[in-house]
């Protein structure tokens, strides 16, 4: 069965600095790989994705994630985090084999000091 | 403006009664999916259907049940047999090939009083 780990639970970065927030999958074939962004009591906003072609991905609001094969990683970017980037994020695989839902790692709450 | 709605916000329910979650799309998306979150558990799939009156189970099936009669609409039954149904409810729905994004609602939090 297909897993998504992310090991970090928690997160703090200073308001201007970089942020890489880490996700490995397990899954035999090449995934359909996503990164969703939660605010307290919400619903998930989808970040980005990654289907095939270009390994490297851009999304919303300044986020890059890349793909790598060897690693079995998705990483989440940014090069500057804003205040109003404090949330939850999940990295989340697709099977690629048909609509049949998401699996989930169990989120990264992401912390932004002044 | 297209999108998932969900209602209500919050549900409030007596042990042993069953209540039931609305989820309604206008994306035209053939495929809608339940999830369940609960603190710290990420999101758990509970339903998902891929077309009008067809529906599988997810990974936390039990105590839960479903029905797809219209294209527009997923309504998701907490049950009595639900052990510890406390926590947030998220309806989503995409497409059911080729760019099979899924796109969420807002969620519905239930508490078991």
Known sequence: ??????????????????????????????????????????????????????????????FEAEFKRSQSSFNLRKPSVHWSDAAEYFCAVESGGGADGLTFGKGTHLIIQP | DGGITQSPKYLFRKEGQNVTLSCEQNLNHDAMYWYRQDPGQGLRLIYYSQIVNDFQKGDIAEGYSVSREKKESFPLTVTSAQKNPTAFYLCASSRASGSRTQYFGPGTRLTVL
């Open chain 1, 1 to 62: 069965a297909q897993s998504v780990t992310q090991p970090d639970i928690h997160i703090t970065v200073s308001e201007g600095a970089s942020l890489e927030l880490r996700c490995n999958y397990s899954y035999g074939a090449t995934p359909y790989l996503f990164w969703y962004v939660q605010s307290p009591g919400q619903g998930l906003q989808l970040l980005l994705k990654y289907f095939s072609g270009d390994t490297l991905v851009q999304g919303i609001k300044g």
